[in-house]
């Protein structure tokens, strides 16, 4: 008696598959987003002050 190999994935399980890795991609991104917040980056603590006034009259 020679056993049956069922190749092809059952509904269920290959929904439930999906869920697993999408779970685990929506984790990741809020880790990463939770640790960016916590890296303070450099800004310009100057503001600038860019006259456009030549540019708006030639056009």
């Known amino acids: 008696m020679q056993l049956k190999y069922n ?8 929904i439930f598959k999906i869920l697993i890795k999408l ?9 990463i987003i939770f640790l960016l917040e916590k890296v303070k980056f450099p800004f310009p603590e100057k503001k600038f ?7 708006i009259k030639k056009l």
């Open 7 to 14: 190749r092809k994935p059952s509904l269920g399980s290959s």
């Open 23 to 31: 779970l685990f991609a929506i984790i990741v991104f809020i880790i």
């Open 49 to 55: 002050e860019i006259d456009i006034t030549n540019e």
